[in-house]
Each structure stands twice: as C-alpha cells, then as structure tokens.
C-alpha cells in the first residue's frame, strides 16, 4: 500500500511539474516571439535542457533569470535550433555528386551559386565545396554560407575542426586540409589535442553573413540550395512557407537538398520536382 502511495505521489508530483512548465513555456513565447514558429515538442526539451545546465529545476526560474541576464538570452534565441553538423551527413552525397555532375560539369554558366542555409559550424559547407572541386574549377564556385548562430558561422569561415571529426571525411578529399596541435587543448586525448583545419585556397570561396530564416529576406538567384536539419524544428505552417521560399530563391532547374526528414509534401505546388527518392529537389523551368 505504501508503495502505491508513494509511486502517485510522485506521478501526481510529476503531472505538476509538467504543468508549471507547460505555463512558464508561454511565458517564453512572449519573451522570444520566434518561439511560437518552432516546433513544441522539440523547443521544449532544448529549453528544459538548457534550464537544467543553467542549475534551474524547472522553466519558471530559468524564465526568471533571462529577464536580467541578456547575455543567456542571446545565446538561448541563437541555439534553439543549433544542433551542430557532420561532414558529409546523411546517405545522400554520392547520389547529390553524380546529379551535379551532370548539371554543372558541362553547365556555360560562368559561376555556380550555392548557398548553405542553416550552415551551422559549417562541415556541410566543406562537404558540397569538395564535392564540387572533383569535376569544377574553383573559379567557377561562389559559396554563401548563413546562419542564424554567429558563433557557429565564425567556425565555418574559419574552418577548423577537432581531429575525432575527421574519419568522416573521404580520404580522397585529405589533401585539402592540414593538421596541426591545439594551443589550448580542451581535452587530454589525441582528438582534442589535435585539429585540422582546411586550405586557404577551400576557405578563400566561402563567405558568410547571420540570417534567421524565419523573419530575414533571403538571396536569390542560386544553381544549389542545402538547407538541411533546421526545418524540422519549424512549425508545420513554418516548415512549408520556408520550403517555399527556399524554392523562391533557386533559379529555373536549380537544385535544392533537404534532409532525410524534411520531404516537401506537394513539391508541385513549389515548383519542385523530388529526384528519384532522394531528399534532392529540381526546380521547373
């Protein structure tokens, strides 16, 4: 008997809790606007999690504290989508490199404009730029790198990485990048003790700005969008205005490479046409 007493003690307890944070949650809404275009369920454990980094038991005092720390705050509204990347994610790329081979490796466009939206620390960047160095003069490439977290697009333009990320890279694709030791090394093993950062001659294409994809204009006129693993924090309605406007910005049978979770539902309506069964979309001419 005790027993049962005890565990709906703790599930009642729990229930609370639960609504407490569920209250404090509006609050945020208030406090960070773009709140109410995130996905819930997803925003609300970032929050939780960060809360609790911050030494906070539930959201009230986390909420409490923002109010006069503007420092947390800014950080909290540029990482509620940040989630970090790897070089050459997902299962797409060798099929991504056959598809612009055939597009851009006869292509007599001058320049070939990409743009990788939502870059994060910028390791998709260097995967599409390495990618497209196997069949394309780097004359011919003009790279936009944007995101929302300027901390992670200062990562990207300066192109540095910890040793442990580097087994994702193809080996073919070593020569473009040189390992040195780290001055102050944040660990003891090899991984933190080393790094690698890529060439001058890789970075030299890529340049950058801050842009929130929810209240920002975007840039036009690109051959190659990658916009991958931020959408799915949006809201339905979010996610189809920004697959939209996405589409927007491609010129006519451009390419735009979502992730394996973001498929557009009615690409027609875009005026995209799915790839195979890729995650890779051609804009109608």
């Known amino acids: 008997m005790e027993t049962i007493r005890r565990s709906l003690t703790l599930r009642l307890r729990s229930r609370r809790a639960k609504e407490l944070d569920s209250i404090a949650f509006n609050k945020f809404k208030v406090l960070i606007p773009e709140l109410a275009e995130y996905n819930r369920a997803g925003t609300f454990k970032r929050l939780r999690s960060r809360a609790f980094l911050n030494g906070f038991h539930n959201l009230d005092g986390y909420y409490n504290s923002l109010l006069t720390d503007e420092n947390e705050l800014s950080y909290l509204r540029k990482n509620l989508t940040y989630i970090g990347s790897h070089f050459f994610r997902g299962s797409v790329w060798q099929r991504l490199g056959e598809i612009c081979r055939d597009k851009f490796a006869t292509s007599g466009e001058e320049t070939i404009r990409v743009w990788s939206a939502a870059c994060s620390n910028g390791k998709e960047v260097y995967s599409i ?114 697959q939209h406007k996405l589409a927007q910005s491609l010129k006519p049978d451009g390419l735009l490479v979502l992730s394996e979770e973001e498929i557009v539902a009615n690409p027609e309506l875009m005026g995209l046409m799915r790839i195979d069964d890729t995650c890779i979309y051609r804009k109608r001419v």
Not at 168 to 175: F, V
């Open 129 to 242: 730029l390495a990618t497209l160095l196997d069949f394309l003069p780097a004359e011919k490439l003009d790279i936009l790198a944007t995101d929302y977290n300027d901390f992670a697009l200062g990562q990207c333009l300066e192109g540095c990485y910890s040793m442990r990320t580097m087994d994702e890279i193809p080996k073919k694709y070593w020569r473009y990048i040189k390992t040195f030791k780290a001055p102050e090394p944040r660990k003891v093993d090899f991984s933190y003790r080393y790094q690698f950062r890529f060439c001058d001659d890789l970075r030299r294409l890529i340049h950058g700005r801050t842009l929130n994809l929810l209240s920002d204009e975007y840039p036009t006129g690109f051959d190659l969008i990658l916009c991958r693993n931020v959408i799915k924090f949006f809201t339905p309605d979010k996610r189809i205005e920004t």
